[in-house]
Structure formats: C-alpha cells, structure tokens
C-alpha cells in the first residue's frame, strides 16, 4: 500500500507563489510516474506536473514555465512549486502515484487564487 499526504494548500493573490508537497509511505518503488492533477469546480481533474517512468516531466501547457516539480533526495517527497499564480489555478490539488498499474490519490490541498 502506498499513502500520499499532501500539504502548502492556502490562499494567495494573483501574481503570487505557493509551495505544495506530497509526502509519500509505505511501500514505495521509486518515485517515478508521481505528480500532481487538480481539479477545478465543475471541471474534470486535470494533469498539472508529473515525473515519468523514465525520470522526466511532464508539464501541462497552462502551466509551464510557471510551476516546477521536483522532489528530494531520499526520493520519497515530490514538491510543486507554482509562481505567477493565476486565479485559474484554484483548485483542488492531488497527489497521484502510479505503481505497478495501480493509482494512489492523496486527499487533496485546496488552493484559492484570488485576483
């Protein structure tokens, strides 16, 4: 089994910047295929940022060049860092890990974006 906890959710102003992470236990093989979705009132979940098998990322197009993922050295924390922060980015915010065909969501940072 595989636990995900997410934390940094908040509020901020457009223009702004937060920090999310994702805290990951339990039976873990690598960190790869692991990132973040969010899903929007009324909209479906949606990919944000994600590390891939093969160790690279993968941004979607509202966000590039304003978030970036990484993660730490032991290889079990993912981070997002998102910057010029739009009031388009509120959402809910979700950790997802896939391992061995299987997805494992946190519980989700709600992040408000005000303008």
């Known amino acids: 089994q595989v636990q995900l906890v997410e934390s940094g959710g908040g509020m901020v102003q457009a223009g702004g910047s937060l920090r999310l992470s994702c805290a990951a236990s339990?039976?873990?093989?690598?960190?790869?295929?692991m990132g973040w979705y969010r899903q929007a009132p009324g909209k479906q979940r949606e990919l944000v940022a994600t590390?891939?098998?093969?160790?690279?990322?993968n941004y979607a197009d509202s966000v590039e060049g304003r978030f970036t993922i990484s993660r730490d050295n032991a290889k079990t924390t993912v981070y997002l860092q998102m910057t010029s922060m739009k009031p388009e980015d509120t959402a809910v915010y979700y950790c997802?890990?896939?391992?061995?065909?299987?997805?494992?969501w946190g519980q989700g940072t709600r992040v408000t974006v005000s303008s």
């Open positions: 339990g039976v873990i093989f690598g960190i790869g295929d």
């Open positions: 590390f891939t098998k093969g160790d690279s990322t």
């Open positions: 997802r890990k896939r391992q061995f065909g299987v997805d494992y």
